[in-house]
């Protein structure tokens, strides 16, 4: 299987996701008798955790573009590392319905953040698949990344939210923006060394 098929079959799971993650959101049945007040409570929850998810999806997704364009050639190992990110993924839209529902409960946050964790996780172990085809850790792929500073403080932030949830639930989402926050701001790592191994995009 070629490059091309593997990160086609890729994104068109993030578009399913995100389609599907949209249709978790309901509108009021009777918007003449709603208020603004109203209609935050009945759907702006909803609406905040579906934002989130989709900045997290966004990330995901830009990451594994440019991380992508690293495969020589699709091995077993790529691939269900690939599925593994996927997998994790396609487990959003649910998390992120129930979490909107039940902005301040306890399980259906730390459910949010679990699979937070283990698509960041999943994301990590492809990462490290690609690098040890690349050259292994003294590869061009693993001198882009550099130590990962960013992927290692994003692991061990949502752990740390993990631990605060039964403690306050609020915090703890706080912790999930704080990291697509650093992950919004643009990450040229991989589009720089492309660009110096004169890739073709």
């Given amino acids: 299987m070629g490059r091309g098929r593997l990160e086609a079959f890729s994104d068109g799971v993030f578009a399913i996701v995100i389609t599907i993650m949209v249709l978790e959101l309901h509108a009021p049945d009777d918007p003449t008798k709603l208020g603004w007040t109203d209609l935050w409570d009945k759907v702006g929850t909803s609406l905040v ?5 989709f900045v997290y999806i966004g990330i995901y997704w830009n990451n594994h573009h440019h991380l992508v364009k690293y495969v020589r050639r699709v091995t077993a190992s790529i691939m269900w590392a690939n599925l593994g990110l996927l997998f994790f993924l396609t487990l959003l839209p649910f998390a992120t319905g129930w979490l ?4 301040t409960a306890e399980v259906p946050m730390f459910v949010y953040g679990a699979v937070l964790f283990c698509a960041g996780t999943a994301y990590f172990i492809l990462q490290t698949v690609i690098v040890m085809q690349n050259g292994g850790w003294d590869g061009p792929l693993a001198t882009a990344l550099g130590k990962d500073y960013k992927g290692r403080a994003s692991l061990i932030i949502n752990t740390g939210a993990l631990a605060v949830v039964p403690f306050s639930p609020q915090a703890a989402f706080a912790l ?3 990291v697509a926050i650093m992950w919004f701001i ?5 589009e720089r060394a492309m660009a110096d191994l004169d ?3």
């Fill in 186 to 190: 643009p990450d040229r790592r991989l």
């Fill in 49 to 53: 955790a579906y934002a989130l998810s």
């Fill in 176 to 178: 999930y923006v704080v």
């Fill in 199 to 201: 890739t073709p995009e």
């Fill in 100 to 103: 909107g529902k039940n902005p």
